[in-house]
T-cell receptor, first 115, second 111 residues
Framework: EAEVAQSPRYKITEKSQAVAFWCDPISGHATLYWYRQILGQGPELLVQFQDESVVDDSQLPKDRFSAERLKGVDSTLKIQPAELGDSAMYLC?????????????FGPGTRLTVL | RKEVEQDPGPFNVPEGATVAFNCTYSNSASQSFFWYRQDCRKEPKLLMSVYSSGNEDGRFTAQLNRASQYISLLIRDSKLSDSATYLCVVPNAGNNRKLIWGLGTSLAVNP
């Protein structure tokens, strides 16, 4: 069964450092999502791509976060500089076309700890 | 009313019990709803989609009450492996292409 790949699985960094996360969606999925999930809460959408275009980044803290999906396939999420409050699980998901009835398939996530 | 609201629990039930969770939503125009399951330290996975009055899949039943704006998830004959967090997902108000996730309801099934 096809899966969403993410790396690294775990990342520990000091505040003010830069971190980057990578996601490879299921082949053929046009829509890619980056979520942040704080322990005990539901996922919060950070950015949504349709192919290589951003369709929603309203919740992305743009002063420190950036995301790209240059060729419409894999994607990178970057944080610079990292802050203590950024400690969370960063989940990537993909769906076939981004429709509301499309199932979102999640990767295993990257657990970020900022010291 | 919050866009999506769930009872966080935790719900502690014995094996074999029937348990139900509710999820209330604010957008009366929402047409589709989802229940995702998330195991501890794992990613969410789709459990059920609800487009009309409800959906049933084995021991799991999702029911939609549009008048009162809530969806419920019923689990019959609980198994130990049902222990997880159950996340309710609803399209948000004003933008039907964006999904809003609830905080989740934690279930622990005990032997």
């Amino acid at each position: 069964e096809a899966e969403v790949a993410q790396s690294p699985r775990y990342k520990i960094t000091e505040k003010s450092q830069a971190v980057a996360f990578w996601c490879d969606p299921i082949s053929g999925h046009a829509t890619l999502y980056w979520y942040r999930q704080i322990l005990g809460q539901g996922p919060e959408l950070l950015v949504q791509f349709q192919d290589e275009s951003v369709v929603d980044d309203s919740q992305l803290p743009k002063d420190r976060f950036s995301a790209e999906r240059l060729k419409g396939v894999d994607s990178t999420l970057k944080i610079q500089p990292a802050e203590l409050g950024d400690s969370a699980m960063y989940l990537c998901a993909s769906s076939l076309a981004g429709g509301l009835q499309d199932t979102q398939y999640f990767g295993p996530g990257t657990r970020l700890t900022v010291l | 009313r919050k866009e999506v609201e769930q009872d966080p629990g935790p719900f502690n039930v014995p094996e074999g019990a029937t348990v139900a969770f509710n999820c209330t939503y604010s957008n009366s125009a929402s047409q589709s709803f989802f229940w995702y399951r998330q195991d501890c330290r794992k990613e969410p996975k789709l459990l059920m989609s609800v487009y009309s009055s409800g959906n049933e899949d084995g021991r799991f039943t999702a029911q939609l009450n549009r008048a009162s704006q809530y969806i419920s998830l019923l689990i019959r004959d609980s198994k130990l492996s049902d222990s997880a967090t159950y996340l309710c997902v609803v399209p948000n108000a004003g933008n039907n292409r964006k999904l809003i996730w609830g905080l989740g309801t934690s279930l622990a099934v005990n032997p």
